[in-house]
């Protein structure tokens, strides 16, 4: 069974960085996309970015020459980069992989989360 974990949330003052990480973990052939959305307090979920296995990239307008994200197909590990932080990036961030591929079949899976707090 595959599962998707986050790491690399934390608390950084505005302006700072941080570096988030998911990894999934199962007998994988290949995932098709891998991205990243968050949920601050009081909104819905959001698409934050994502990447093709081919490398094709999307990212939200709020975060266009900030994050950059990134994956190591033979690890089935997703990265973001987070840079110039400021305090509405706050929410936690939630992984996403579609398209895995198994030795028993093709799925989607969501990771538990990471919280991100930029502080003023």
């Known amino acids: 069974q595959v599962r998707l974990v986050e790491s690399g949330g934390g608390l950084v003052q505005a302006g700072g960085s941080l570096r988030l990480s998911c990894a999934a973990s199962g007998r994988i052939f290949s995932i098709n996309a891998m991205g990243w959305y968050r949920q601050a307090p009081g909104k819905q979920r959001e698409l934050v970015a994502s990447i093709t296995s081919i490398g094709s990239r999307n990212y939200a307008d709020s975060v266009k020459g900030r994050f950059t994200i990134s994956r190591d197909n033979a690890k089935n590990t997703v990265y973001l980069q987070m840079n110039s932080l400021k305090p509405e990036d706050t929410a936690v961030y939630y992984c996403?992989?579609?398209?895995?591929?198994?030795?028993?079949?093709?799925?989607?899976?969501w990771g538990q989360g990471t919280q991100v707090t930029v502080s003023s």
């Open positions: 996403n992989a579609v398209g895995i591929l198994t030795t028993t079949y093709e799925s989607d899976a």
